[in-house]
């Protein structure tokens, strides 16, 4: 059976800058290499009349984790989440991931240290993405 681990961006799998929008601005923490990356060019507040729009991908929607489910043929509910903003969490319930964890980042929205996980609904808190993994690999969920 497949099963997806789907990580947020910002924060998580790369160093948050607030709105990254260059490639050559984004500088990525050490990890796995990625099966598909989804993401949305949109914003409902955008400055390019084009690109401003509200949909069902801007977390906490679940869209986007619900395309990739489609897309790739993913038990949602074997799969898991990890993101570092409550949002995230949100979109995973939303979606019907079946495990969610926050992960500590220097983004304003993200949880400050010591986050309760159980108030956002995550299944654990870690301080990196390093070491949610470190967890999982230990516990082979």
Known sequence: MKRAAFLDRDGVINQDRAYVHCWEDSEFVPGAPL???YHRSHHPSGRVAALTLDCDCR???????LRAAR?????LTESMMVGDKPSDIAAARAAGVGRAYLVASNNVEAPTGGADEEAVGADGAFTSLAHCVDHLLAAQV
Do not use: I, Q, S, T
């Not at 897309?71 to 038990?75: A, D, K, N």
């Open 71 to 75: 897309e790739h043929g993913l038990p």
């Open 59 to 65: 977390k906490p929607a679940p869209g986007l984790l």
């Open 35 to 37: 099966a598909a990356v």
